[in-house]
């Protein structure tokens, strides 16, 4: 079992950045692929970011590559993202998941979830 929490969401203007921080519990996220999701008013859910269980790899979706930026620390059980010149269209609320098994793009793929932390982006 793995249990996950988001924090750092918040208002923003746009053109800030705001870090969101997934912390995990459970002995198998060391071993688990994680990834963001986010889901804005209306709209379905969607990927954002993915990163292998040793960080070594790492996916952006093509809507935030060059403004987001996922990362983990293994030793603190948490995995990060990292928004910056952030656009209205990035409000949604985020996301957490752990995935047992490899990289998938599929939030149906994934094991574990958190309740979400919502980001707001204000034009």
């Known amino acids: 079992q793995v249990y996950v929490v988001e924090s750092g969401g918040g208002l923003v203007q746009a053109g800030g950045s705001l870090r969101l921080s997934c912390t995990a519990s459970?002995?198998?996220?060391?071993?688990?692929?994680m990834g963001w999701f986010r889901r804005a008013p209306g709209k379905e859910r969607e990927f954002v970011a993915g990163?292998?269980?040793?960080?070594?790899?790492?996916y952006n979706a093509d809507s935030v590559k060059g403004r987001f930026t996922i990362s983990r620390d293994n030793a603190k059980n948490t995995v990060y993202l990292q928004m910056t010149s952030l656009k209205p269209e990035d409000t949604a609320v985020y996301y957490c998941?752990?995935?047992?098994?490899?990289?998938?793009?599929?939030?149906?793929?994934?094991?574990?979830w958190g309740q979400g932390t919502q980001v707001t982006v204000s034009s």
């Open positions: 998941a752990a995935r047992l098994g490899p990289p998938s793009l599929a939030g149906g793929a994934y094991d574990y």
């Open positions: 990163i292998s269980w040793n960080g070594a790899t790492t």
């Open positions: 459970g002995r198998t996220f060391r071993s688990c692929y």
